[in-house]
């Protein structure tokens, strides 16, 4: 959605002198704390792409330019996964062709482990220990003409295309009960096992309980002021395992670094323990 849009919706675009928090840094890999309302590229004031180049300067010099095999360690961005526009939290950038291609590859075969929290409208109940597990094959929303919304297709239902849609699962844990601006909310913990696009985002509709703040789902009526004052869309990747050894890096003292052999874990802070929601019960423990 273009800027003007989302004016429209009434959310504003970020201003231009966001800042970047940097998780984990080496020479040819970096993880970041990903502001919400940003943009991965792309024509805009204020896209990752351009953080990145402001925060990470040093690491865009060609540390190789004396060597035979330069062509390979040529220095640029190269975003490994991406984040959706209103979603903040963990994403990796790597600075070479070999980094991009090592730790991609984690994400292509699915060894990686992502969570996510977000905060739903409604009071959505777990019935026992287990997560609440949706699957379904996820394709452009046939009913869109724009084809920007994603939807769990029915069987037999295809795209405006004709496609089918492609798998996907999210493992979906209750971790508290709440009310904000006397909206029943819920925080949850989400697990994607799949990645599609808007998949949790998706997942948390088809149970009737979209993403608070989400202006793309959360539509319906009686929901619409609560979203348009929401301050965001309350979808944050709070949570990367990635099955590497990384060098830790004990200069980013706030977030959890953790290094379990074979594997390496990043996780940020919850950026909605400062929202105005009053919550009914004790956190479910675990984070």
């Not at 075969?109 to 609440?132: E, F």
Request: net charge positive; aromatic share 8%; with cysteine.
């Amino acid at each position: 959605m273009k800027i003007d849009a989302i004016k429209k919706l009434g959310r504003q675009p970020s201003p231009k002198d966001i800042g970047l928090t940097i998780i984990y840094k080496t020479l040819d890999f970096v993880v970041v704390n990903k502001p919400f309302d940003v943009r991965m590229d792309g024509d805009y004031d204020i896209t990752m792409e351009k953080l990145i180049q402001t925060h990470c300067k040093d690491m865009l010099k060609d540390k190789h330019k004396d060597k035979v095999d330069r062509p390979m360690a040529v220095r640029k961005i190269r975003p490994i996964h991406q984040l959706d526009y209103s979603t903040s939290g963990v994403l990796c950038y790597a600075f070479t062709k070999t980094m991009a291609a090592n730790v991609g590859l984690c994400f292509m075969k699915r060894t990686t482990k992502k969570q996510y929290l977000a905060i739903t409208v409604g009071h959505l109940h777990q019935q026992d220990s287990n997560p609440i597990v949706v699957k379904g094959m996820i394709g452009y929303d046939p009913t869109d003409e724009r084809q920007f919304r994603m939807a769990l297709l029915k069987d037999g239902q295809k795209e405006l295309s004709g496609k089918s849609g492609r798998s996907s699962e999210t493992h979906i844990e209750v971790l508290q009960h709440g009310y904000y601006k006397d909206i029943p909310v819920t925080k949850v913990l989400l697990t994607p096992i799949s990645g599609r696009r808007h998949q949790l985002r998706v997942h948390l509709l088809s149970l009737n309980h979209p993403i608070l703040g989400d202006m793309l789902y959360c539509t319906d009526p009686s929901y619409v002021q609560v979203t348009d004052d929401a301050p965001r869309m309350m979808l944050h990747a709070y949570r990367l395992t990635l099955p590497l050894d990384l060098t830790p890096n004990l200069s980013f003292v706030p977030y959890k670094f953790k290094l379990p052999a074979g594997s390496t874990t990043f996780e940020t802070p919850d950026p909605f323990l400062t929202l105005p929601i009053q919550w009914h019960e004790k956190k479910k423990n675990v984070l």
